[in-house]
Every structure is written in structure tokens, then in C-alpha cells.
């Protein structure tokens, strides 16, 4: 059974930096995406950024060239580091992840498993 759990939100201003972790276990990085996730109140869950076992990565236009999203193989940990924050950002961010075989896709209904979130709030 694949279990995530996230750590590493809280509270900054505009411009400023955070970094979120992942730490999972019960998967194998060699046949599982990542990905992480976003909900801010009253609007649907959004993902954010995917990455798969070689490394490559996918990030939707909103965060392009402020977050990145990268894994430690050895240590089972995701990471999100978001920089240049906006109040925007602010959401309960989800680590996720599936068992492909095939590329990944950054669309919630394929994502089996699931952390408890950890809020980020930036303020103006």
C-alpha cells in the first residue's frame, strides 16, 4: 500500500520561497508518477506538477519558471520548491502518485494515491 505524507507548508509573503515534501513508501520511483497537486477554497483541484521515473517533468502554465518539482530516489521523498510565491498560490497542496508503465499525465482521476495536504498561504 503506497503511503504520502506531506510537510513543509506554511505562511510567506509575495516573492517569497517554500519547499514542500513528499515522503512515500509501499512504491517503486521505476513504475509510479508524482505529482503534486493544489485545492484552494471553492475552486477544483488543480495539478500543479508530474514527474516520472527518468526524471522528466511536466508543470502547468501558472508555475512554469518559479516551482520545481524533483524526487530523491534514495530517500522516497517528493519535493516541490516554489519560488517568487503569489497570493494565487495559496491552496492545500497534495502529493500524489499512480503505477504507469507509460508516460505520465497530470490529470487527478488517474492519481490512486493520495496525501493529507499541507497549506500554503501567501499573503500581499
Known amino acids: 500500500q503506497v503511503q504520502l505524507v506531506e510537510s513543509g507548508g506554511g505562511s510567506v509573503q509575495a516573492g517569497g520561497s517554500l519547499r514542500l515534501s513528499c515522503a512515500a513508501s509501499?512504491?517503486?520511483?521505476?513504475?509510479?508518477?508524482m505529482a503534486w497537486f493544489r485545492q484552494a477554497p471553492g475552486k477544483e483541484r488543480e495539478g500543479v506538477a508530474v514527474i516520472d521515473s527518468n526524471g522528466s517533468t511536466y508543470y502547468t502554465d501558472s508555475v512554469k519558471g518559479r516551482f520545481t518539482i524533483s524526487q530523491d530516489n534514495a530517500k522516497n521523498t517528493l519535493y516541490l520548491q516554489m519560488n517568487s510565491l503569489k497570493p494565487e498560490d495559496t491552496a492545500m497542496y497534495y502529493c500524489a502518485a499512480y503505477r504507469s508503465d507509460a508516460y505520465c499525465v497530470l490529470f487527478a482521476g488517474l492519481f490512486a494515491y493520495w496525501g493529507q495536504g499541507t497549506q500554503v498561504t501567501v499573503s500581499s
Open positions: 509501499g512504491y517503486s520511483y521505476l513504475t509510479y508518477c
